[in-house]
């Protein structure tokens, strides 16, 4: 059967299995995929829609990743479908983001599609079960793959004391983890996003790298940590970010999180509503900040790179940008388990640098 014949009758498949999921309250349906991962991998499902397990070995922060695409954090929050995403052929799953106590974030609706974009403007508030029962989950999961692990801080804790959460989840998650992630950069926790910036993110970098130390002589392993930034920074904020993160010597940098403006979404009725936006509208200010951060680093540590792919040209686009690795998530959403492998081959056709 030619290849492309049968791509076509996987996109289709995919098409309408997500055809039903939309015609549901979109966070609802969200659960009930979360839920139906586990079982739909057992059955082979995730073939049946186009899943492919390619390996692409990609060495990065130390780790080795066995393809360069990643799920990013949000999709799955509690750790509660990590066999089932394993079965996609992601080459690293981030979960998360989780906090030291469970929160049941921002009052509903808070999530939004816009298929007729690709996007998403989500306004969850770090809903989550608590640091305790994402890692109940990760014990149960029989995934040996590579897992990044995104903490943050409890809505009402303040900025103040914002550091004691980071470090209570990255004391809880250290030996689990294959990397943690830091998330100082949702738009969606108040207050949130003025820890990525002068003294407070100096300070909490600090704090994180003395931690790491420690951990890393209790645990006799060392696991990375990657700091997750915000796609709404200028050019000057950005070189600020960099200077930090060099300084600490982190081990690498996500960027970028969901964005506050609306540019792409203009005629869309939900443009209104508050929240972060994710999926196509993101790609170009995604991108701008990973080319910007890339030449502020200038190879100090690497960058992840998030934001708008939805095929493969964009995950491409974002190496090319500078990133070592890149994570989907709303083009996932919308366009299913063949954007990995898309995503995938587009990166392994770049010319080598």
Known sequence: MPHSFLKNGLVMLYTLAKSLMFSMDAERSHEIALNAMNVSAALGLPALMGAEKLEVPT??????????????????????AIDGLA?????????????????????????????????????????????DALLANVDRARYKGVLGINIGKN??????????DYLYCLRKVYSRASYVAINISSPNTPGLRTLQFGDSLNTLLESLKNEQAKQANLHDRYVPIAVKIAPDMTD????????????????GVIATNTTLSREGVEDSVLQREAGGLSGAPVRNKSTKVIRSLSKALDGALPIIGVGGITEGFDAAE????GASLVQVYSGFIYKGPGLISDSVRAIQALPAQ
């Open 87 to 131: 079965a996609m052929g992601f080459g690293f799953i981030e979960v998360g983001t989780v906090t030291p106590r469970p929160q049941l974030g921002n009052p509903k609706p808070r999530l939004f599609r816009i298929p007729e974009h690709n996007a998403i403007i989500n306004r969850m508030g770090f809903n989550n079960l608590g640091v």
């Open 318 to 321: 974002k190496i090319e940008a």
């Open 59 to 80: 060495e990065v922060m130390g780790i080795r990743f066995p393809n360069p695409v990643g799920l990013a954090a949000g999709l799955d929050k509690n750790g509660s």
């Open 236 to 251: 000057e904020e950005i070189e600020m970010v960099a200077e930090s993160l060099k300084t600490y010597e982190m081990d």
């Open 155 to 164: 809505k009402d804790t303040t900025n103040e004391h914002a550091n004691d």
